[in-house]
């Protein structure tokens, strides 16, 4: 499954992701044409000041399956994309209920008219993965505007163990600049010898 993964210890807040994404959603898709639109485009993807200073995460829809917010709709105006495997909203069926909001675990809906005016009835909004995109070959424009590396698009397994093997070579980097605070069993050390030892029964050749 392609999905977008977060790597929170990179992300730096620039924010970067959440313009592209509001640039992405606006009628124009121009950035300098955006913020002149009757209806302000609204962002997706909402980053938050992390729990230490100089640090912030990303937060966004994570897709999930089976989603808490399909299954409480009670138009069914969340469903599933059957192809990307992403969670929409047809906002034609949105009553503002606000029932999704209220299950969803990750805390990423928001609320703003469909339409431009006063009179316009607020409806859900939350990342759609940037589906048009998605369709025609390309990347979330949150993804593609990334330069850390906090957000990453691809096989859900290969990120998974993308990440695993550089939190496991960071934890080697730095286990091996600290000093032995004690000595390694006698059996462990009789081992490595054996492999230290060029030339013995057992050793290395």
Known sequence: MLTVFVNPERCIG????????????????????AISEPQP?????????GPNPNT??????????????QQVCPTGAIYRDPVHDVVLIDASKCIGCA??????????????????????????????GCIARLRAGG???CVEVCKVGALEFGDLNDLV???????????????????PTQRAPETIGAWRSLG?????PGGAR
Do not use: W, Y
Request: hydrophobic fraction near 45%.
């Open 14 to 33: 620039c924010l970067q992701c959440e313009f592209a994404c509001a640039v992405e959603h606006s009628f124009t898709g121009v950035p300098a044409a």
């Open 41 to 49: 485009p609204r962002k997706r993807v909402h980053v938050h000041a």
């Open 56 to 69: 912030a995460f990303p937060n966004k829809c994570r897709h999930c399956d089976p989603a808490p917010c």
């Open 99 to 128: 029932m999704c909001a209220m299950v969803c675990p990750f805390d990423v809906l928001t609320f703003h008219p469909a339409t431009a005016g006063a009179g316009g009835n607020a409806v859900a909004i939350k990342c759609d």
């Open 139 to 141: 990347m979330p424009a």
């Open 161 to 179: 163990a993308a990440g695993r093997q550089r939190e496991t070579a960071a934890v080697l980097a730095a286990t091996a600049r600290l000093e």
């Open 196 to 200: 230290a030892a060029p030339g013995q």
